[in-house]
């Protein structure tokens, strides 16, 4: 098959890249670097079935010969990111959006949307069906992001019934491992960054608010998954398996065997979440998918490679 994936040079889009040349697929790599890095790409760059284009998916993209998938992966997607690029964050949800699925019905490819568990914004219903339609501040510096990837559904959801173009959407919910970016501002690499330099972990709030952590091995499979059914709805992708923000800070902490006294407090930030947890019975149901890698293990990858390629960790607080 012929895939192109946007942001493919990104956290998960460039694990998506591995996963189709592996299937012995041919991919086009689309990435404006803004957030991405030609470093999670390297290992691909040479191979016959690998292309990479430097494109920004906001403006119109015509590739040449034919295509099987459209993984539309292409987004700021941590709260460091979307709040230092918002104006980025909302075109590449609107009109990145609208060009990646242009391709797809040009090309009579099967397109897939990369949502969000930021659609469901500081949710009141837990844990999060898909069957929930979210409790998000619009106006709020999170509104950036949130309602980029509400207007994005929207989107597909249009070309699919106007359209026919063969869509999925996939809510993606908390996902940590390799080729993360420690200064990303999400909970994991930040603690992983902080121990690495032996400094206090950064908690917000009293870290009672909870997260659900998936491995990337575990969503790629998934995403891998969704991409072979007729799922068209919105669909939920990550662990159930949940852990308060202080849990995790003590689990980073216990890999390094350090203190668990080691925690500094800060403020919580603006509209953070206090609770998120999906719901995966509909992904579980059609598809037999679960994850399988606990956190201890995922951990465990995940501050090896960052070990090994994180010799000068910068230095962010953010969550």
């Not at 219903?125 to 950036?144: I, L």
Request: glycine share 8%; proline share 7%.
């Amino acid at each position: 098959m012929h895939c192109l994936v946007t942001g493919g040079a990104g956290f998960i889009g460039s694990h998506l890249c591995d996963r189709f040349i592996r299937e012995g697929h041919t991919v086009l790599c689309i990435d404006n670097l803004i957030t991405g890095s030609e470093a999670n790409i390297a290992h691909l760059r040479g191979k016959p079935t690998f292309q990479f284009l430097r494109h920004d998916i906001t403006k119109p993209l015509e590739p040449e010969g034919p295509l099987d998938y459209v993984l539309h992966f292409a987004s700021p997607a941590s709260p460091v990111d979307y709040l230092k690029f918002p104006i980025q964050t909302l075109k590449v949800g609107s009109l990145g959006t609208l060009n990646a699925l242009g391709i797809a019905k040009a090309k009579r490819a099967k397109f897939l949307l990369a949502s969000t568990s930021e659609v469901y914004g500081d949710p009141q219903v837990h844990p999060q069906p898909e069957s929930y339609w979210g409790h998000v501040n619009p106006v709020g510096p999170r509104g950036v992001y949130d309602e980029a990837k509400r207007f994005s559904e929207a989107l597909t959801m249009a070309y699919y019934r106007e359209h026919g173009v063969d869509t999925r959407i996939v809510r993606i919910f908390n996902t940590y491992g390799p080729r993360m970016r420690l200064d990303d501002g999400r909970a994991i690499p930040t603690f992983i960054g902080q121990a690495l330099r032996a400094e206090p972990l950064t908690v917000f709030g009293d870290g009672s608010q909870t997260r659900s952590l998936c491995y990337i091995d575990d969503l790629v499979e998934g995403i891998r998954r969704v991409m072979d059914t007729d799922l068209h709805d919105p669909v939920n992708l990550g662990n159930p398996e949940e852990y308060s923000v202080l849990q995790i800070a003590q689990k980073v902490l216990k890999q390094f065997n350090s203190a668990a006294t080691q925690i500094a407090f800060q403020p919580l930030p603006v509209d953070d979440p206090k609770q998120r947890r999906p719901d995966i019975a509909k992904m579980k149901a059609v598809t037999g998918w679960t994850p399988q890698v606990g956190l201890e293990v995922g951990l465990s990858h995940t501050i090896a490679w960052f070990r090994q390629h994180a010799a000068q960790p910068m230095a962010r607080t953010a969550q």
